[in-house]
């Protein structure tokens, strides 16, 4: 005979409530597990004691299923319960070695590297954020920018990451981790590009235009309405550099407005791309590990054994921290074939006691894990 729904759910009902208040009961102890720590300064996370445990817990679960799950069950209870115990303890329990900043140290003398020529977009996203009260200077590759900033010929860098039309920039990524640099501050560029010529020249004069692939693919209708062919050029700064520097009517540049004046070109049509939400997610990068205090994105790298459940886990730590994750990526990890490093976005400001949580025991989980910053984003 089936049970009755009612008399099944009142059976949970009572289950429910015991289970609570065993919970309870069970943080109650966790309480003074933090004021033993506290007083000794033993670390809150023990992972050690929590594999034990959880060993010890899959031999009472009855069925293959059960075992899986009451380990799945009890990873999330220790989790909380460590979250509670570094709430008690205070900020600092966990050790960041990131240092929270008023402002960031910037001055006429201050030193900033951007990407590309100048009147590029990445010069445009420093100015925007710094003013031009800074020294800058360029670099025309996004491995120089970095090392650059890297070895502290330049106090910060600017490059681009991501783009609302492409994606992620993917080599951005892999340099990240290659050089002890963070991420200090992001900028987003709404991206309008134009139609350059030199002086005089009006639209129907062009023939031929040059910019970077992603100019001409964002303007590829605009080219096509006026007969105009695109040939791909290293930057849309570099292209509107060319133009200036070849004098030659039919030829124009697909380049930001900036990018004209610059080289003393004419606008001849502004915002010829097809898309209106073209963006482009820009970071600041140092070598100083700081953070805003208004910081609430913090990016991550890591990599997970190659075993079922070693990325679920990992992930579960932003969940039982009630950290919300706004993006992920993963990029092939050298010398190892079809294995990845992932890196991930997550809301939060290393203050947060839920933040040092996750962090001390994504240590324990993952493999060079490395926080590549806390920032800004609005
Ligand atoms: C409660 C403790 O702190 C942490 C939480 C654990 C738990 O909830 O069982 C186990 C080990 C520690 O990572 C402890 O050290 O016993």
């Keep these: 005979m089936v049970v009755d729904l009612k008399e099944s759910r009142e059976k949970i009902d ?18 003074d597990v933090a004021a033993y720590k506290r007083s ?91 003013g031009d009260r800074i020294t800058a200077f360029n670099k025309t590759t996004f491995r120089d920018v970095i090392e650059t900033v890297a070895n502290g010929e330049a106090k910060y860098g600017v490059v681009p990451i991501e783009n609302t039309s492409t994606g992620s920039i993917t080599d951005i990524y892999d340099l990240l981790v290659e050089h002890d640099i963070t991420i200090v501050a992001e900028h987003v560029v709404k991206v309008e590009q134009a139609l350059l010529g030199v002086p005089g020249a009006k639209t129907e004069d062009i023939k031929e235009v040059y910019s970077h692939p992603q100019g001409l693919l964002q303007c590829a209708p605009f080219l096509e309405e006026h007969g105009i062919q695109g ?65 609430n994105k913090i990016s991550v790298a890591f990599e997970v054994k190659h075993v079922p459940g070693a990325l679920y886990n990992m992930l579960a730590n932003f969940y039982y921290n009630e950290m919300n994750l706004t ?43 490395k926080v590549l910053g806390n920032f800004e984003t609005k």
């Design 40 to 130: 000794t300064g033993k670390k809150v996370y023990d992972p050690e004691r929590e594999q034990q445990k959880l060993d010890t817990l899959r031999g009472y679960a009855s069925t293959e299923f059960n075992e899986t799950a009451v380990e799945d069950l009890f990873r999330q209870i220790m989790s909380i319960s460590r979250k509670y115990q570094y709430q008690k303890l205070g900020p600092g329990a966990a050790t960041i070695p990131f240092q929270q900043v008023d402002a960031l140290d910037v001055d006429e003398d201050t030193r900033v590297v951007y990407f590309g020529e100048r009147g590029a977009f990445s010069e445009q996203a420093m100015l925007e954020y710094f």
């Design 231 to 295: 040939i791909e050029y290293a930057s849309t700064a570099g292209a509107a550099k060319k133009v200036a520097e070849e004098k030659e009517k039919t030829h124009g540049a697909i380049a930001s407005t900036r990018a004209a004046e610059v080289f003393g070109l004419d606008v001849l049509q502004e915002r010829i791309n097809y898309q209106s939400t073209n963006f482009t997610r820009f970071i600041i990068i140092s070598n100083q590990k700081v953070f805003l205090k208004d910081a």
């Design 327 to 369: 993006k992920i990526e993963s990029r092939p990890l050298h010398g190892k074939k079809w294995e990845y490093r992932f890196f991930v976005d997550l809301e939060g400001n290393l203050n947060e006691s839920a933040v040092e949580n996750a962090l001390a025991t994504m240590h324990e989980c993952a493999s060079n894990l």
């Design 14 to 31: 009572k289950i429910d409530r015991e289970i609570t208040r065993l919970f309870e009961e069970r943080m109650e102890v966790a309480n």
